[in-house]
């Protein structure tokens, strides 16, 4: 079966998974227009309050990144161009998963000088404080004000929990794993690799020096003390922004959830940009949000109201932020992308 082939089919499938749960929204929304006609009144100063707190979390989630990338990076990038590039960033990923990523990579190693290897190693990295962060502190939050939120038969908090042990124990036991398998590729073992008539097995020894490269900046990161308490500072401003854009979201469709429950909803929010099915998660994020809001008593219909409303506040917030900083970088991007696609993979520099 040619690669070619399983491109195909996978865009196939992620399109077709995307039109049949716009399908099952549009359904779901004419059977219970309630919450859909309470959010075409959302008042104009809770519209301007959760634009501005998603500008506000945008420029932190900003920051976090660019502390990240000149930690593991070893470069220094100003701010505003920094969040320019995150504003075609996240454009481009609405449109196709991980083209944003790519065009970053790109972008960083045509201007700062970003070994791929470097930056693999600090979105990885990104993506795992990120995501265990969010984790623990929803479990910590559901735990502390004794929220019994089940979800599909689960308690909400010991999910999370799990969640954020098995990704606490990850980078430690990834980090052995590849220190032990860079041990025994080395010598006469990566001699008799490189002999190989294995076309793919002579970048075998390659391909792990690089993942312990990975693996061991990842661990430095842990270990600085400094940085890690900045990056959990900013992570939780962006916390209460994101609480506050919930809160203001379901005050429009007559809901209300506990500061725990909102919680979870910024640990789901998060996910689904960290792990993509559909373009942009399209569909896929609205129908979790809805299940979400069923399994705590919010309702089905103004979860998939909630979710739709902060995907159409996103994008203006990012037409926001691409006329004051983007200009013409998007279309810059985009024939970037077409033209310059990483000629180094992960195991080059």
């Known amino acids: 079966m040619s690669r070619h ?105 045509r201007d700062f000088s970003v070994s791929y290897t470097d930056y693999v190693s600090a979105n990885i990295f990104f993506i795992w404080i990120d995501t265990f962060l969010n984790f623990s502190l929803a479990a910590f939050l559901l735990w502390f004000f004794h929220t019994d939120l089940i979800l599909f038969g689960v308690p909400a908090s010991a999910g999370l929990a799990t969640g954020a042990v098995g990704l606490l124990l990850t980078p430690l036991v990834s980090h052995l794993i590849v220190q032990r398998m860079a041990d025994r590729s080395s010598g006469e073992e990566e001699q008799a690799v490189l002999k190989s008539n294995v076309k793919a097995a002579r970048y075998l020894p390659t391909l792990i020096k690089k993942c312990a490269e990975v693996s061991t900046n990842l661990m430095l990161g842990l270990r600085d003390l400094p940085y890690m308490v900045m990056t959990v500072l900013i992570a939780l401003g962006s916390f209460l922004c994101m609480v506050g854009v919930f809160n203001l979201l379901l005050a429009g469709v007559d809901a209300r959830a506990s500061f ?90």
């Open 260 to 349: 725990s429950t909102l919680a979870v909803f910024y640990a789901l929010y998060r996910l689904t940009f960290h792990v993509s099915i559909t373009p942009g998660n399209i569909g896929i994020r609205e129908v979790a949000y809805g299940l979400l809001c069923a399994e705590a008593q919010i309702g089905m219909s103004k979860g998939l109201v909630v979710a739709a409303e902060l995907r159409v506040l996103s994008i203006v917030t990012l037409l926001l932020l691409g006329i004051i900083f983007a200009g013409g970088d998007l279309k810059k991007g985009l024939r970037l992308i077409r033209r310059e696609e990483p000629k180094e993979r992960v195991i080059e520099r």
């Open 5 to 109: 082939f399983i491109t195909h089919a996978q865009r196939l499938f992620k399109i077709s998974l995307a039109v049949i749960t716009i399908v099952y929204i549009i359904q779901a929304l004419a059977r219970d227009r309630t919450a859909l006609i309470a959010a075409l009144a959302l008042s104009p100063s809770s519209l301007a309050g959760i634009v501005g707190l998603l500008v506000l979390y945008f420029i932190l989630y900003s920051y976090r990144f660019l502390l990240l990338i000149a930690k593991h990076c070893g470069c220094s990038i100003p701010l505003i161009p920094w969040i320019r590039m995150l504003v075609v960033v996240r454009f481009m990923n609405n449109l196709v998963p991980q083209m944003g990523s790519v065009y970053r990579g790109v972008t960083l190693k």
